[in-house]
């Protein structure tokens, strides 16, 4: 009943705007209209990792570091505690008569775009390289964002930037992503069709062009895919200034009036920029219909009415979230929980971690270890509590008797030192020595924004920079034992004999530094896993700007990684194994049915852990355009010491299922097998500290 009266307020307001209105409407800053009680509203908001621009908030570790956790079900936590306080910052706005940029309710996250080159500065902002991964975990998010009421969203997601859209960033505005329809379909849509089928609000479109087309402009992605083959009923907002880009960049119209009917004609509802205001002269000309303007702007008041925009204030489910929801007490501890999950320890010899009694004197060195933008990546909201590293560990030995907690920054982030200030023989009596290095947001990050970037916010090389990796060369020479933390949103490649532990942090949120502290010292076995492989090198990388997927990522590469996707080792060891009836339940699998995959699982340490069971699917053998294996399930488990636990998975038969030449899902007959283990099955897994995987074969009829 609510729906019919709904959409029937919708169609009157339309009715009743001049055609100069209705255009208002559709840009990002649609301004009111107070004859017909249609209150200002601006569009574009931000909450990547916790919500942006707008003060403070809490800010939650980067997405790429949520992706890590494995962990659905905490990262839809997560994403309801970005919501609440959303709510909490618009109800203020509300009172307070601010209704400007980024204290909406319509938020441009998440990125599911795969992270298919390390190089890419905005990699972070994604959920890995996997698109079962990047489609569950972006999921997650969306529903976190959009809550559970029947009536009206919480807040408003919006999947983007669709599509195949992940760099070069000095080329984003001009190039024109050549894909085949087997890559299309079977790595850089499946994310993206995740969301759209479970009701994700809006999609964004990228400035690039996919195959000859501006993806805010393509009838292709929009009309035959988006809109005809998923049949997304939300509204389509295109990247800031993409359409404006068409003529101006891409070249492909002569005029705004023309660029912007193109782009409404496609099915872009909202412009982000300044091209929709020519829609007026475009109507008059003939190069849109006013029906097609009217199309747009029911689905932008729809989604407007789905936020409870129009509803009296009574009716409101989260009229009570307010300034005491900002930053409280369990969002804060949830950031650090999140911390917690996301870091990922990748070596440890000789358990030199976690660190114990054995070591009284300690010596913090390297230019991330005081740096809060290490905490930071992209798009995030301020904190008044930053806790970098050293903050953490000075925090943490305060409390222990005999530790001695000396600090050097040693080495700048940006560049190398002057020669004369090269100072080494540092470690002297120390026992230990940490070195926080690595990457911050000024030096990978969004075109415009990583300001000590040579690449506009790409890398042009994945190892770590070379002054910084010197410097650590000269530290690591004298001998003491070593730990290297690294701070960053994307792989980084270092020699595997440059330290005796290595702990990935990523942009660990606000609480980072603490969750950094207690994982040394052990009072928090590291758990996180990489949702992205790190290649050995820059070598072993395709040219940046092919987006072919042969030879990226684990599924395409053939050579050994420095380490795998799915990878991290934790404080305890876990072992693998067949359950009595053996893996799977069946030898044989048909179009339609399933088969279920049953594994024990051993925690074979003296301390309790959380392990990802990853379940991965591969053709025995591969053809030659095949994955050479896919994840398929995963799920994240607590297990006590000595404890076991048998798992059940259920996979369909589309798991098994092909993308051939067409882009078309094909289930075809032949061997396959099933590989259950806590990596990516890759070569070297096993010998960089992976639990044995098990597998088993079945026949595809």
């Known amino acids: 009943m609510y729906q019919e009266v709904r959409e029937s307020a919708i169609k009157a307001l339309v009715s009743n705007m001049t055609l100069e209105e209705k255009v208002s409407q559709l840009s990002y800053t649609s301004p009111a209209i107070e004859r017909l009680g249609i209150p200002a509203y601006n569009w574009w908001n931000e909450c990547l990792h916790g919500v942006a621009r707008s003060g403070s908030a809490t800010v939650f570790p980067q997405a790429i570091a949520l992706a890590a956790t494995f962990d659905e079900g905490f990262v839809r936590k997560v994403a309801g505690a970005i919501s609440d306080e959303a709510r909490a910052k618009y109800n203020e706005a509300l009172q307070q008569g601010n209704r400007g940029q980024y204290w909406g309710l319509t938020f441009w996250t998440p990125n599911i775009n795969i992270f298919r080159d390390p190089r890419w500065g905005r990699g972070q902002e ?44 000095n080329q984003r505005h001009t190039f024109d992503a050549q894909v085949s329809k087997k890559d299309l379909f079977e790595t850089y849509l499946p994310a993206f069709k995740v969301l759209v089928e479970n009701g994700v609000e809006a999609v964004m479109g990228a400035y690039n062009r996919t195959l000859g087309e501006p993806c805010c402009g393509s009838t292709y992605l929009l009309q035959d895919i988006l809109r005809g083959r998923w049949g997304f009923k939300g509204h389509v907002v295109s990247d800031c200034w993409a359409i404006r880009d068409f003529h101006e960049h891409h070249r492909l119209t002569a005029s705004p009036e023309e660029s ?3 782009a409404l004609n496609a099915g872009c509802d909202l412009n982000c920029g300044c091209t929709y205001p020519y829609l007026t002269v475009a109507c008059k000309q003939g190069l849109v219909s006013e029906a097609a303007i009217d199309a747009a702007l029911t689905r932008l008041l729809r989604t407007r009415f ?3 925009m129009f509803d009296p204030p009574e009716q409101d489910p989260y009229r009570n979230l ?40 300690i010596l913090l060195l390297g230019p991330g270890a005081a740096n809060p933008h290490t905490l930071l990546g992209n798009y995030y909201g301020l904190s008044p509590r930053l806790v970098t590293i050293l903050e953490g560990l000075a925090e943490k030995v305060q409390g222990r008797y005999g530790i001695n907690l000396e ?75 070593l730990v290297l933390v690294l701070t960053g949103g994307s792989p980084i490649a270092v020699p595997e004999d440059i330290a005796d532990a290595i702990l990935f942090a990523w942009y660990p949120g606000e609480q980072g530094g603490t969750a950094v502290a207690d994982i040394l010292f052990g009072d928090r076995s590291p758990s996180g896993k990489l949702p992205v492989t790190f290649p050995a090198s820059t070598a072993q990388l395709p040219p940046y700007d092919d987006y072919a997927m042969q030879g990226r990522t684990y599924r395409y590469m053939r050579e050994p990684p420095l380490y795998p996707f799915g990878f991290g080792l934790s404080y305890t060891s876990f072992r693998f194994d067949s359950a009595g009836g053996g893996l799977l339940s069946a030898k044989e699998l048909r179009a339609g049915d399933s088969v279920k995959v049953t594994v024990q699982v051993r925690n074979t340490g003296e301390r309790d852990g959380e392990v990802v069971v990853q379940v991965y699917v591969a053709k025995d053998p591969p053809g030659p355009e095949d994955p050479l294996a896919s994840l398929r399930e995963f799920d994240r488990l607590f297990i006590h010491a000595g404890e076991i636990l048998l798992i059940h998975f259920e996979l369909p038969s589309s798991a098994f299922e092909t993308v051939d030449a067409e882009g078309r899902s094909v289930l075809l007959p032949g061997s396959y097998k099933v590989i259950v283990g806590d990596a990516a099955p890759v070569p070297g897994a096993v010998e960089k500290g992976a639990s044995s995987p098990v597998s088993a074969r079945i026949t595809v009829c």
């Not at 929801?325 to 999950?341: F, M, Q, S």
């Not at 415009?448 to 410097?471: F, H, M, T």
Request: hydrophobic residues 35%; contains cysteine; aromatic residues 6%.
């Open 126 to 169: 994604t959920y890995g390289e996997d698109p079962c991964l990047t489609g569950r975990i972006g999921l997650a998010f969306m529903k976190g964002l959009q809550g559970d009421d029947p009536k009206t969203l919480k807040t408003a997601a919006c999947a983007k930037h669709f599509a195949v859209h992940s760099g070069p960033e």
């Open 260 to 262: 912007a009917a193109k």
């Open 306 to 308: 789905k936020l409870g």
């Open 322 to 361: 307010g300034r005491q929801t900002i930053r409280c007490e369990k969002h804060r501890a949830l950031a650090l929980e999140a911390a917690y999950k996301s870091i990922v320890l990748l070596k440890n010899d000789k358990q030199l971690l976690p660190l114990d009694d054995r070591f009284k004197k």
């Open 407 to 481: 600090y050097r920054q040693g080495c700048l982030q940006y560049e190398a030192n002057h020669p004369s200030n090269l100072m080494f023989g540092e470690a002297g009596d120390k026992d230990v020595i940490i070195a926080v290095f690595g990457l911050d947001g000024a030096m990978e990050g969004e075109e415009g924004d990583a300001i000590a970037s040579d690449s506009n916010g790409d890398r042009d090389a994945i190892e770590l920079p070379p002054w910084q990796l010197a410097y650590l060369r000269k530290i690591r020479s004298e001998g003491k034992p």
